[in-house]
């Protein structure tokens, strides 16, 4: 399945993946350094894998050296937090305002101007590129 832009939004592109879903639905976590996202440099947008909501903007992408791809910030509307204390660990779940699908955690040991380190899932991500890539 695929989907354009709209005034209602962006649909996602595709059906999920057991592996998105076991990320997205079932609050799963991507092995450490497994993403190709880790490495994307291009201009673009991330959206939502599950329902293509605009979440973050590459100009706020960083190297946290993670494991996982990492933002300082995201965009308006776009991503809630909730309280997370599975684990053994008190944190911050980082999930899609609009579906709710689990995206990560957030921290605040990240950049200025924030301080906060949007931690997400490669997988729950859909990166849409602002120019096509043309190699």
């Given at each position: 399945m695929t989907s354009s832009c709209t005034s209602g939004g962006c649909g996602p592109r595709a059906p999920l993946t057991p592996?998105?879903?076991?990320?997205?639905?079932?609050?799963?976590?991507?092995?450490?350094?497994?993403?190709?996202?880790?490495?994307e440099k291009r201009q673009g947008a991330?959206?939502?894998?599950?329902?293509?909501?605009?979440?973050f903007r590459s100009t706020?992408?960083?190297?946290?050296?993670?494991?996982?791809?990492?933002f300082w910030a995201a965009e308006p509307g776009g991503v809630a937090t909730r309280r997370d204390t599975s684990h053994g660990m008190v944190r911050q779940e980082a999930h899609c305002a609009q579906c709710e699908g689990h995206l990560g955690h957030v921290f605040n040991d990240g950049p200025p101007p924030t301080g906060l380190r949007?931690?997400?899932?490669?997988?729950?991500?859909?990166f849409r590129p602002d120019a096509p890539d043309n190699t």
């Open positions: 592996e998105q879903e076991q990320i997205l639905l079932g609050h799963g976590t991507e092995y450490p350094g497994s993403s190709p996202l880790n490495d991330y959206h939502c894998a599950a329902c293509g909501t605009l979440l706020t992408k960083y190297e946290s050296g993670s494991g996982w791809p990492s949007y931690c997400m899932n490669g997988l729950a991500l859909d």
